[in-house]
């Protein structure tokens, strides 16, 4: 019976989702499907926070959230951002409708970019493993963006935009100030060596200008219509950052 219901609540995902409907206000929530940190036996996924907080601002601001992840299905959590002090954590958890959402995400060739204003990548390790290589996700944020959308990303999210390319064979970040998860928070925390690269490095490589302020401070840059947040710190003023960008269209 789980299973039907799932799969019942997908397929009604699925077409509301599809549903290209003009006075629609739609945001695509992309989280991670890898649920392991390396090869040190421990879990990782989405960080909790990363994804509530601008989940929050958007949804009271009347937006509509879908969630993709790479492979679909239920999106692991990171245990360790499952903290329940948070209030807006609470609202996420507790509401059935979007823990539905996030337990049956969509997979990438369910989605058609252009019913979206908006993409915004949420962080947690997971991310580095399965979001920088991750073509069909990389065409959606891409077609976003050239048709005139925000692309937003926050922590390890913005693994999902370094090889992004638009439409005039530019990466995405090349030439435009970014933030995220620097490399000394990530030695602070002893994964330097877990995660399969540096992201603050390859943000670097494909030219991104890297803006940071001092490790779990808050910092968000943005550039034209890309976001960017270092830190679970930063999640917050991503989506009021997003939500500021929306309202101008």
């Not at 090869?39 to 009347?62: F, R």
């Amino acid at each position: 019976m789980k299973n039907y219901i799932g799969a019942l609540f997908a397929a009604i995902v699925l077409l509301t989702s599809s549903c290209n409907c003009k006075n629609d206000k739609k945001v695509l929530f992309v989280v991670t499907s890898h649920n392991e940190l390396g090869a040190t036996e421990e879990s990782t996924g989405y960080w909790l926070s990363e994804v509530t907080h601008p989940w929050h601002i958007l949804v009271e601001a009347g937006y509509t959230i879908d969630f993709v992840s790479p492979q679909g299905g239920k999106a692991p959590i990171d245990k360790r951002s499952y903290d329940t002090k948070d209030s807006i954590n609470n609202l996420f958890l507790n509401s059935e409708l979007y823990q539905s959402k996030i337990a049956n995400t969509l997979s990438p060739n369910q989605i058609d970019a252009s019913n979206y204003d908006a993409i915004f990548y949420a962080g947690g390790h997971g991310t580095m493993w399965d979001f920088p290589n991750n073509q069909s996700l990389n065409q959606i944020a891409a077609k976003v963006y050239d048709d005139g959308g925000i692309v937003g990303a926050v922590c390890h999210g913005p693994a999902g935009i370094v090889n992004v390319k638009l439409r005039d064979g530019n990466y995405l970040v090349n030439g435009k100030k970014v933030s995220a998860f620097t490399n000394e928070e990530e030695a602070k925390l002893e994964l330097n060596t877990i995660v399969p690269f540096s992201l603050e490095d390859e943000l670097v490589k494909q030219g991104a200008i890297i803006k940071k302020a001092g490790m779990w401070e808050a910092k968000v840059s943005i550039d034209e219509r890309l976001v960017t947040g270092q830190n679970p710190q930063s999640a917050a003023a991503v989506g009021n950052a997003m939500l500021e960008l929306l309202k101008q269209d």
